[in-house]
């Protein structure tokens, strides 16, 4: 088994399951049964689709991985720019104190910042309001636990020509 990294540091995917490339120990074609044909290729398959499988959860990790990195920058800087935002009201209050009082100029940008957070907090409430369960998805698995359960009853499946199987 592969180690999680190279010498360099560099993330190594675990090996990974695979159909075997060397000659395995076959029976001639006459003396196989058409059962054990049939396990065979469902083996090989199964081993296949597993492979992939764990291919793709190795490879999403570590884009994920990349990702969370970097999204640690775009944190970082998002709480850089919500504390900047302090320094921006108190230029917007110095500036009306200008023409007004100093105490009425922050008392004007603090009902502007409650006005903003409010109206905020409006369209968050709207946006939520909105949220609604996923109807096509139940609605799909409904059918799929219908049609299982139907199987595992023994009931009649019809083929291409509609025409009862049993």
């Not at 049964?33 to 990790?61: M, Q, Y």
């Not at 609605?139 to 049609?147: N, P, R």
């Amino acid at each position: 088994m592969a180690t999680p990294t190279s010498a360099g540091g560099a993330e190594v995917p675990p090996v990974l399951p695979s159909i075997p490339l060397s000659k395995e120990p076959v029976t001639p074609v006459g003396e196989q049964s058409i059962g054990g044909l049939v396990k065979e290729a469902t083996a090989h398959v199964s081993t296949l689709v597993r492979a992939e499988v764990e291919l793709a959860r190795a490879e999403v990790t570590a884009e994920v991985k990349k990702g969370l990195q970097g999204s640690i920058f775009f944190i970082v800087a998002l709480v850089i720019a919500l504390f900047s935002l302090f320094y921006l009201f108190f230029t917007i209050a110095e500036v009306i104190a200008i023409w007004l009082p100093r105490s009425a100029a922050f008392g004007i940008t603090f009902a502007l910042m409650l006005l903003v957070a409010g109206l905020f907090g409006f369209l968050g409430y709207l946006r939520v309001r909105k949220i609604r369960k996923p109807e096509r998805t139940i609605s799909s698995l409904k059918d799929s636990a219908q049609v299982l359960s139907q199987r595992g009853r023994g009931a009649t499946s019809p083929d291409l020509n509609g025409h009862s199987l049993n």
